[in-house]
């Protein structure tokens, strides 16, 4: 008896560090782009949007339709160049696109199984024209967390995210080995996480994020290389690289955060990290040679 009741409270403990672990935090990355990323991105890599439309308080939205779905970017009226929303519907999305190993055309009991039970659940009612939508349930984490489901008929047809503070973003300085084994799992959607929207990588010239944050990482070779180049990449790095660490602060704009800079291969460069509302990301990489 006293076997299994040890067992069951070991059951207990590791199911609760499970659920504290795999959905606690907010997420910020949808479809490659991140919330609070310039709305000239979505152009940029989707192309004109096939619709546009904006609502009485302000708010707006472009729609791009792709093969077997759409994908919506929304933004307020306080700041209408920045991405305050994304979704993405309809009967599937690209590979890693989706929201944290759930994609469009998914059981919903497999976002349940993932992120635990919604903070509610209702029928689906139409943004624009206010109707409930028939056959379509409509799963809320935006009172834990950021991100809405919808279901049609038990399948994942709809995901989206908004701008939202993270509540886990106490770290009073970034977890730079825990950076480290993120960009070594080459796992986009985590590493997405640790890339600042306006991220900026400095050495001959200035390359920006054009596009969403995995597509550059993926098609822009500059900034791949920085990241993910075998001999002087990040993914690279071991703690003897490390030649200092500090805390910086800037004038230009004034900005507070933490420098690494890393001697790697004849190559020496820089890391800032700055914390933001959805925690401590990457701001920069100045490489002098």
């Given at each position: 008896?006293?076997?299994?009741?040890?067992?069951?409270?070991?059951?207990?403990?590791?199911?609760?560090?499970?659920?504290?672990?795999?959905?606690?935090?907010?997420?910020?990355?949808?479809?490659?782009?991140?919330?609070?990323?310039?709305?000239?991105?979505?152009?940029?890599?989707?192309?004109?949007?096939?619709?546009?439309?904006?609502?009485?308080?302000?708010?707006?939205?472009?729609?791009?339709?792709?093969?077997?779905?759409?994908?919506?970017?929304?933004?307020?009226?306080?700041?209408?160049?920045?991405?305050?929303?994304?979704?993405?519907?309809?009967?599937?999305?690209?590979?890693?696109?989706?929201?944290?190993?759930?994609?469009?055309?998914?059981?919903?009991?497999?976002?349940?199984?993932?992120?635990?039970?919604?903070?509610?659940?209702?029928?689906?009612?139409?943004?624009?024209?206010?109707?409930?939508?028939?056959?379509?349930?409509?799963?809320?984490?935006?009172?834990?967390?950021?991100?809405?489901?919808?279901?049609?008929?038990?399948?994942?047809?709809?995901?989206?995210?908004?701008?939202?503070?993270?509540?886990?973003?106490?770290?009073?300085?970034?977890?730079?080995?825990?950076?480290?084994?993120?960009?070594?799992?080459?796992?986009?959607?985590?590493?997405?996480?640790?890339?600042?929207?306006?991220?900026?990588?400095i050495k001959d010239q200035t390359y920006k994020?054009?596009?969403?944050?995995?597509?550059?990482?993926?098609?822009?070779?500059?900034?791949?290389?920085?990241?993910?180049?075998?001999?002087?990449?990040?993914?690279?790095?071991?703690?003897?690289?490390?030649?200092?660490?500090?805390?910086?602060?800037?004038s230009d704009p004034i900005i507070t955060g933490?420098?690494?800079?890393?001697?790697?291969?004849?190559?020496?460069?820089?890391?800032?990290?700055?914390?933001?509302?959805?925690?401590?990301v990457l701001k920069y990489i100045d490489q002098?040679?």
């Open positions: 008896m006293m076997a299994k009741t040890k067992a069951c409270l070991f059951l207990t403990v590791c199911l609760l560090l499970i659920a504290i672990n795999t959905y606690a935090d907010n997420i910020f990355v949808l479809y490659g782009f991140k919330i609070g990323q310039n709305i000239s991105t979505s152009i940029n890599q989707l192309g004109k949007p096939s619709k546009t439309h904006k609502f009485e308080d302000g708010f707006s939205y472009m729609a791009f339709k792709m093969k077997d779905h759409f994908v919506a970017i929304e933004f307020d009226n306080i700041k209408p160049d920045l991405i305050y929303a994304i979704q993405i519907q309809g009967k599937r999305n690209p590979p890693s696109l989706g929201l944290d190993g759930i994609d469009l055309g998914d059981p919903i009991v497999k976002a349940i199984k993932i992120f635990g039970k919604p903070d509610s659940t209702k029928q689906a009612v139409d943004e624009v024209t206010k109707k409930p939508m028939k056959d379509i349930v409509y799963y809320s984490y935006n009172e834990s967390r950021n991100f809405s489901i919808e279901a049609t008929k038990e399948i994942v047809t709809s995901i989206k995210i908004l701008r939202k503070d993270s509540d886990n973003n106490t770290e009073s300085m970034i977890d730079f080995k825990q950076f480290l084994s993120t960009i070594r799992s080459k796992d986009l959607n985590k590493i997405s996480r640790y890339i600042d929207t306006d991220f900026e990588f994020m054009n596009t969403s944050i995995i597509h550059t990482l993926i098609n822009n070779k500059t900034i791949n290389n920085i990241f993910f180049n075998p001999d002087y990449g990040i993914i690279s790095i071991k703690d003897k690289d490390i030649a200092e660490s500090a805390l910086r602060v800037q933490y420098v690494f800079k890393i001697k790697k291969s004849n190559i020496e460069y820089e890391l800032f990290f700055s914390k933001n509302y959805d925690g401590w002098f040679r």
